[in-house]
């Protein structure tokens, strides 16, 4: 590895820095944040910089806009933006430009600069837009070809801009774009670094995968093994426990020759189900599986509600969380792991009468990180799952990555880390 630039001992003073953030917040109809979690996440990088008397150009996507689009602007966080750094920011009305470019080069000491949202630009992403469906397969490569080209002028701007690059988007750095990985090229290893958050995300999944302290426990949920089936793969050379829950598991009953009612199933792959219990054998991994389920008569928080062993579910009925003995045999799991990953739910959280499973495994591991495990959650769910319970600050580790932390476990190098790191 290299011996690039480290953020904790940078000297940012008259330097002025291009910060890739992940500023892609939610606004209401009335382009009101209504979570800006991201942004707050960001505020240490920021404020680390702001301290050498930095000059700081803040880059960020929001949304997928397939041109410029008014309620996709940042114009509409600067203000918050303001109040959570407590000083003025300046905006750009583009990303790049002769203007933009005036603007950057005569930021002082301290000062702030916004960019327009960066996919406003296509050449942000590197896909063509717009393209007919009438085009031929080789005009769309040479659309492909063309737009490479512009994505490394467009990277080349923004680099133009600034004196260092500081990349701290973990949550897209599984995207080759040209504000995320391509525009590091521009920048040598001394003067491109990772952003406080994007350290600790890089260092928790180095942890997870390389630094593994035994027994390993990761615990999988989700609607759908397919979705998971990389993931999957990847960890059953590596864990001591798989703990497969959700949805998925009604897949695996059904193969296994099970009555599953209503439940949720992937019917096209009973064998691929068949083949991970024994790989899973066949690596020495004690697989885990729901035995029984919360079940309900309609998807509905307010449904009947009874128990069932999940090869037993009845006709009419479908599974919505994990039952008593499943929930049992997890937390005994998770008691006797020293490394714990937790990606997925166990059921339908987002309904208060099925969400008894979920609590149940975030306080058990809540409970083994306090007695010395190594706990990472990620996954949207699984995120949003720790946050509703008030447990997210009793985890050793909660990531934001979501895309980018799945295919970091699935073994895959993110293109935002490598650009950083090579």
Known sequence: MTSRAI??????????????????????EKFRITDDTRMRAALPTLNRILKDNGRVIIASHMGRPKAVEEKYSLE????HLEELLGRDVKFAASAVGDATKQMAHSLKKGEVLLLENLRFFEEEEGKPRNLSTEVTE????????????RQLLFAKQLADLADCYVNDAFGTAHRAHASTAVMAQYFDAQHKMFGLLMEKEVQAVDRILNQIERPFTAI????????????????LGKVDYLVLTGGMTYTFSKAFGGKIGNSICEDDKLDL???????????????????????????????????????????GWQGMDIGPKTTERIKEV??????????????????????????????????????????LVGGGDSVACVN?????NRMSYVSTGGGALLEAIEGKTLPGVAAIES
């Open 138 to 149: 080789e005009e769309k490569k040479q659309a492909k070809a063309i737009l490479k080209e």
């Open 76 to 79: 509409h966080i600067r203000p």
């Open 388 to 392: 509703k319970f008030g447990l997210a």
């Open 7 to 28: 953020i904790d001992t940078y000297s940012f003073e008259d330097q002025t820095v291009f910060v890739r953030v992940d500023f892609n917040v939610p606004l209401d």
């Open 220 to 235: 999988m949920g989700g609607s759908k093994v397919s979705s998971k089936i990389e993931i999957i793969e990847n960890l």
């Open 273 to 315: 189900a068949l083949e991970i219990v024994e790989e899973a054998k066949q690596k020495g991994v004690t697989l885990v599986l729901s035995e029984d389920a919360k079940i309900a008569d309609a998807f509905d928080n307010n449904a009947n509600v009874g128990y069932a062993d999940n090869n037993n579910i009845p006709d």
């Open 334 to 375: 998770i008691a006797q792991s020293k490394t714990i990953l937790w990606n997925g739910p166990t059921g339908v959280f987002e309904f208060d009468n099925f969400s008894g499973g979920s609590k149940a495994v975030a306080e058990a591991i809540a409970q083994a990180t306090q007695a010395g495990a190594y706990s």
